[in-house]
């Protein structure tokens, strides 16, 4: 089993910044990709960015707001919210997908336990 712990998050008012972290830990062999997710109130949750092996990507809302990095010796990827809006609030979940170097195993998606953004305008 594999281990997310998130930290960060809090209130900010529209137009401040915040960060978050999240260090994955047990069974981080293989190939990680991390991101987070969120869902804000009344929403479906939605992709936010993910740092894979081939750099980051972000969805249209965030890009140019949000930067994503990550630690591979650490196993933890950062998102770092600057330009915050209103429309960020939410729950900011962090994800990982595990893909195993074996075919006797499957990929599998862990979750973190979500942290809570605020902004207020």
């Known amino acids: 089993q594999l281990q997310l712990e998130e930290s960060g998050g809090g209130s900010v008012q529209a137009g401040g910044s915040l960060g978050l972290s999240c260090t994955a830990s047990?069974?981080?062999?293989?190939?990680?990709?991390m991101g987070w997710y969120r869902q804000g109130p009344g929403k479906e949750r939605e992709f936010v960015a993910v740092?894979?092996?081939?750099?980051?990507t972000y969805a249209d809302s965030v890009k140019g707001r949000f930067t994503i990095s990550r630690d591979n010796a650490k196993n933890t990827v950062r998102l770092q919210m600057d330009s915050l809006q209103s429309e960020d609030t939410g729950i900011y979940y962090c994800w990982v997908k595990r893909i195993p170097l074996t075919t006797r195993e499957t990929p599998e998606d862990y979750w973190g336990q979500g942290t809570q953004v605020t902004v207020s305008s």
């Open positions: 047990g069974r981080t062999d293989g190939v990680l990709n």
């Open positions: 740092y894979n092996w081939n750099g980051p």
